[in-house]
């Protein structure tokens, strides 16, 4: 594809956004199509007021990342500079099988990351030097000639054509999916009485986070199928 070519990128998460940046440097116009309200993706963040009246954040998606291939060590290291990521060090737990579900800690080499002061800070970093259009779901696209035409729920079929289409969304977005029943509970707790806690629990829960991140206020986010067994809940119970 020659510079110069006017290109669609349908989903506005890191994939999509570092996509898009590749191929705005490379002289393209690029248009960045998201159905949510604003870039992001999987890192996304849910935000509110206690009854009290003090604000709290909850990263309801991915709940930190790695940096692993020198490209991407150095994309990161411009986060941080930037101030949209810092370093984060849990104490990681893994449970065991019931019916004795013991926490048994591990060790990794790998450094874990946060967005600061929310886990959308590095997608909002990257979407400021793109043209990113919100809250457009798109539904369909069509073939005329040598170009593209998208239709959206918002607005049916854009006014506008593209040379090329970029999908980068997960792969059950464009089809449907049936998924088993999930709970998810987010609760604050008192200062210090978790500590950095990152658990990953086999069989009922799927991993719960004291959220002492970089940026966090102390909220709590549990993880998992919608029946939780006597094993499980007594294992939480002990650590806790």
């Known amino acids: ?4 070519s006017r290109i669609a990128v349908i989903g506005a998460g890191l994939a999509g956004l570092s996509c898009a940046q590749a191929l705005q440097t490379a002289g393209n116009e690029v248009v960045v199509f998201e159905k949510s309200r604003g870039a992001a993706g999987r890192m996304s963040t849910k935000r509110g007021d206690s009854d009290s009246g003090e604000a709290w954040q909850c990263d309801t998606g991915a709940q930190y990342f790695t940096a692993r291939s020198p490209a991407f060590q150095a994309e990161v290291q411009h986060w941080q500079a930037a101030g949209v990521a810092a370093e984060w060090a849990p104490q990681l737990q893994v449970f065991g099988e ?3 579900a013991t926490a ?3 060790h990794s080499p790998d ?5 600061t002061p929310r886990m959308t800070a590095p997608a909002r970093h990257l979407a400021e030097t793109l043209n990113v259009r ?3 779901t798109l539904q369909a696209l069509r073939r005329e000639g040598s170009v593209w035409r998208l239709r959206s729920a918002e607005h049916d079929w854009l006014g506008e ?11 059950f977005a464009g089809a449907d999916a049936t998924f088993g029943p999930l709970v998810t509970l987010l609760t604050n707790y008192m200062q210090g009485s978790l500590g950095t806690l990152l658990a990953l629990v086999a069989g009922a829960i799927a991993w719960l986070d004291a959220m002492r991140q970089p940026g966090r206020t102390r909220l709590l986010l549990i993880d998992g199928p919608a029946v939780l067994g006597p094993a499980e809940i007594e294992a939480l119970d002990a650590r806790n």
């Open 1 to 4: 594809m020659k510079p110069g």
């Open 98 to 100: 019931p019916p004795r």
């Open 104 to 106: 048994v800690p591990i």
């Open 111 to 115: 450094r874990r990351y946060v967005g």
């Open 134 to 136: 919100t809250q457009t």
């Open 161 to 171: 054509h593209f040379d090329a289409v970029v999908l980068a969304v997960p792969a």
